[in-house]
């Protein structure tokens, strides 16, 4: 799940300063899971920039809307005649969505309204951690379904490295060694041999590498050939 | 700091109904009193305080507080800590926007506390006539 | 419903004593203005009997679905008008009831303030009442099985009980026979029984009753669902076996642990524990004209247990061989019972109560106990140490949670409580339960208690499950809060946030979101606290009578 977080306040009222009607968009994915962006957080968010802008005495009038998904053209058909009305749009989505927003609203500004952290997981009310780095070319199958490449402070692959103490990465006493956890995990499962097989140096062309990543497959296009 | 000695704050309690309501009612037997513009919202448990209750509030009014049980004596365990956080976010939303933190509350008490009621209901009141209207008025 | 509503106010004025603060006329006629509102009345008295015959003919005349009553809200009266709405054919949850007399007239004196606060806590009532929903009763169908874990005089008793309140009961045992701890005790306080011929009687009772299947050798697994349906998994040897239950019943007790050395003593034969003096007892050794020490509250304070049964044998030891008994105290915790009674009777009969703090010294010498101390009240006059020689020494154990407790806890998903017994400090609610419904607890697993706090604990815990599983279909008032599925995402928040185990996420067709699932609260369980639908961060949840709506409008209704 991406996870993200509210953008400091002074920042959000910056950037609707010029604005006198806006459109709050919650999001009924990740964000609400995570609780950044659901219809509460817009309800809250709307209250507290309302009274925000009436201690300034420039009233700011909100409307609120939160939908299925963000990161979905389609859903955005719904809010065409609210989106209308509105100076502007801030939205609560994660990166993905606010993008797809703008694209819904090519004339409409449209301003984030969430810092976009992670792909991670929950691991309690309140808390969560990174899981994935999204690097294209999964590599768990190696290292017992625990990431080097998002878990590893410096993603290396044939770890630990001298920084690994009592289990934890010297980066911060709070963050777990990977390659601890790596090597802890493969022992209780008695594969822990499968460590000596060095694994070789990754093919990072499937990340970030060769540019913005596209995925199309062909068998499930609509029009076959397009 | 408030230059309007006339000033009478409106103040939105929300109250438990095993503790804080029920401590109104015990008030009200002593034949106790508190300041008019004081009004109750009865909630089931201070675990049900919403963030969004006390910014609806604090739209019109200038302060508000939840009254929960006493501490680890909450009949469904976890709501007044639950409370105690959701006053926690509360501040932190009002801090960010350079309202006085101070105009939202949390308190415990009992039912057959009707003084302490009052005592609550009347320093609350002070403290927020001290500080002035709420400067985050939305409907004035 | 919702574009037809229609308001009824009904105004009383408590005899007089609301209306001398404040003017009842002016608000009817703002009250009056209101949309929605159809009917507005004042009365003297309404909740005298033959308003509530009035009140209900005027629903019927006036087709009123709402009803608002300003004047007090008390629980007396709340019950009173939901009877009367019950009679007018109209859901009792759609009552409005404003406490204009205790939270206006009772603490305001009369002023054009309090006047205005009267005006607007009848028009929050009004906006509230809007707002209400009806809420229905529901069917359910449950397992009425309860399952027994342990079978100590606990266990035994409490299966006893709910089979005779007409449930089928398992009774499991880890060890392979029943009785437990109390087969190794002489004599129990203020049961004038032997335990052994007791256990014998509820052992046989539990055995011969045809509703009570025994279970050696088997602990419980792991468990899933909730009061009414769960499933149990029960373990014996290498197999695991599920069987459908209804509820629980936590016996297992309480173990103890004997450790000389926090006295600075080692292991020796006249070095002995409370347990095991009970089994030198009932084995019949014979204490005739030694002296006997006995040493309490130095390690286990938190229970009373240790003192009382010190006590017990110290007069025992007393009356039975004559033996000169000494008891070094700091504290004596015999608050209970008789309690007292016994322990007047001890120094009655001779027995010597020394009282010390901190200092005391105990050695074992070639069979002789020395025990040095000093008197914490003469020390001044007269100072110690004092020396006292013995044949025996007798310490208090350790209590501590049968062993397995912590994991048993993890499978019941409920939480421990102080000393990592089973519990949860909670005034509220009654010792024998737990923050989930349908697990109950009886006996020491609980904290170290007494025979007779057992027989009564066993009955109502028996009560308790007959109240909630009284037969195969039970009515359930749908009180808890109710899931708007649309607006679910089943993000986990209210199941991680709930504090009974109420929640679970249901899969199905009738869940009209992306992710055919919802949230769902079982009206069983819930306990209508609302932290949930105050957590909820897609705002899907909603606790009837509380609803979002309802606050909100009555905040709105405000005046600035």
């Known amino acids: 799940m991406i996870i993200a977080e509210r953008k400091p306040i002074e920042e959000i009222l910056g950037l609707l300063s010029k604005h006198q009607k806006v459109l709050v968009l919650g999001c009924g994915g990740c964000v609400t899971v995570c609780l950044a962006g659901g219809e509460k957080e817009v309800g809250i968010l709307s209250s507290q920039l309302t009274m925000a802008r009436s201690k300034e005495e420039r009233p700011l009038e909100i409307v609120q809307k939160t939908i299925e998904r963000q990161c979905d053209f389609e859903y955005f058909e719904g809010i065409r005649h609210i989106v209308k009305d509105v100076d502007a749009i801030l939205s609560l989505a994660c990166g993905i969505g606010i993008q797809t927003c703008a694209e819904a609203f090519p004339d409409k500004i449209v301003w984030p309204g969430v810092n976009t952290k992670f792909l991670g997981v929950n691991l309690n009310v309140g808390e969560w951690a990174e899981r994935c780095q999204a690097c294209g070319q999964c590599v768990l199958d190696k290292t017992g379904g625990i990431c080097p490449v998002a878990r590893c402070s410096k993603s290396i692959f044939n770890g630990p490295c001298g920084g690994s103490q009592d289990g934890k990465c010297e980066v911060s006493p709070d963050t777990d060694c990977a390659w601890a956890l790596i090597h802890d995990r493969l022992t209780r499962l008695g594969e822990v041999d499968s460590l000596r097989e060095i694994l070789p140096v990754k093919d990072w062309s499937y990340s970030r590498d060769g540019g913005p990543r596209k995925l199309v497959r062909e068998d499930l296009e609509l029009e076959s050939g397009k | 700091m408030s230059a309007n000695a006339d000033f009478q704050p409106k103040i939105i309690v929300f109250a438990c109904e095993n503790s804080g309501w029920l401590a109104a009612e015990h008030a009200a037997e002593l034949a106790l009193s508190y300041p008019e513009r004081v009004e109750l919202i009865k909630l089931p448990c201070s675990g049900k305080i919403d963030v969004l209750f006390f910014m609806k509030a604090l739209e019109k009014a200038d302060g508000t507080i939840v009254l929960a049980c006493q501490k680890e004596n909450c009949k469904f365990i976890k709501g007044n800590i639950r409370a105690a956080q959701r006053v926690k976010q509360t501040e932190n939303l009002l801090k960010e926007i350079g309202i006085e933190p101070e105009r939202v509350g949390l308190y415990y008490l009992a039912a057959n506390m009707g003084h302490k009621f009052v005592e609550i209901i009347q320093n609350f009141y002070d403290k927020i006539r001290e500080l002035g209207p709420n400067p985050g008025k939305v409907i004035k | 419903m919702e574009n037809n509503t229609r308001i009824g106010v009904f105004f009383c004025s408590c005899n007089g004593k609301i209306t001398e603060k404040v003017d009842y006329e002016q608000i009817t006629s703002e009250i009056k203005k209101l949309p929605q509102v159809e009917y507005v009345r004042d009365s003297q008295n309404l909740c005298a009997h033959l308003e509530g015959e009035l009140i209900c003919k005027e629903i019927t005349k006036n087709q009123l679905n709402r009803i608002v009553v300003v004047g007090c809200a008390r629980s007396k009266e709340e019950g009173f008008f939901k009877e009367v ?435 769902q609260m079982n009206p069983m369980v819930c306990r209508k606290c609302g932290i949930c639908a105050a957590e909820c961060p897609g705002k899907a949840i909603q606790l009837p009578d509380y609803t979002d709506d309802q606050v909100l409008a009555q905040l709105e209704a405000m005046e600035v």
């Open chain 3, 85 to 519: 709405l019950r009679k007018a054919g109209i859901n009792p949850h759609l009552l409005s009831m404003v406490n204009l007399l205790e939270e206006c007239c009772s603490v305001h004196g009369k002023s054009a303030r309090s006047a205005a606060k009267a005006m607007e806590m009848a028009k929050m009532g009004v906006a509230r009442a809007g707002k209400l929903e009806e809420i229905s009763f529901g069917e359910y169908s449950v397992n009425r099985t309860v399952l027994v874990l342990g079978g100590g005089l606990a266990g035994m008793e409490a299966a006893l009980q709910a089979a005779a309140r007409g449930h089928k009961v398992i009774l499991a045992e880890k060890e392979d026979k029943l009785g437990g701890r109390l087969a190794r005790v002489n004599s129990i306080i203020g049961v004038d029984r032997n335990p052994a011929e007791l256990l014998d009687e509820k052992v046989k009772a539990v055995t011969s009753n045809p509703s009570i299947e025994v279970r050696t050798g088997t602990r419980l697994g792991d468990l899933d669902g909730n009061i009414g349906n769960y499933t149990a998994w029960l373990v014996k040897g290498d197999t695991e076996t599920p069987v459908d239950i209804g509820a629980i019943v936590v016996a297992t007790g309480v173990q103890t642990i004997f450790c000389p050395v926090k006295y600075g003593l080692g292991i020796a034969d006249n070095v002995i524990g409370q347990m095991k003096l009970e089994r030198l007892l009932a084995d019949g050794k014979d204490f005739t004209g030694k002296n006997i020490s006995l040493v309490i509250g130095k390690t286990t304070e938190e229970f009373n247990l240790s003192f009382v049964i010190a006590v017990k044998n110290a007069l025992l030891l007393r009356k039975r061989f004559d033996a000169t008994v000494n008891v070094f105290y700091t504290n004596i915790k015999v608050a209970g019972d008789n309690w007292e009674k016994m322990y007047t009777e001890a120094r009655d009969a001779g027995v010597n109560f020394f009282k010390f703090d901190e200092g005391i010294e105990i050695t074992a010498n070639n069979g002789e106990i020395l025990i040095n101390y000093e008197d914490p009240f003469i020390r001044g006059k007269i100072p110690g140490p004092f020396t006292v020689t013995s044949d025996y020494i007798v310490l208090p154990e350790e209590l501590v949670p049968a062993d397995g407790t912590e994991d048993l806890a993890k499978v019941l998903r409920i939480d421990l409580g102080p000393a990592s017994f089973f519990s949860i400090d909670n005034a509220h609610i009654l010792p024998e339960m737990t923050s989930r419904d349908g697990i109950y607890l009886v006996g020491s697993c609980q904290s170290p208690g007494f025979v007779n706090d057992i027989q009564i604990s066993a009955r109502v815990v028996a009560e308790e499950i007959f109240r909630k599983l009284y037969a195969d279909q039970v009515s359930v008032e749908l009180t808890q809060p109710y899931v708007d599925a649309a607006k679910c995402v089943v993000c986990l928040t209210c199941y991680r946030c709930c504090p009974h185990g109420a929640i679970t996420i249901e899969h199905g067709e009738q869940y009209d979101n992306l992710y055919k699932s919802a949230a």
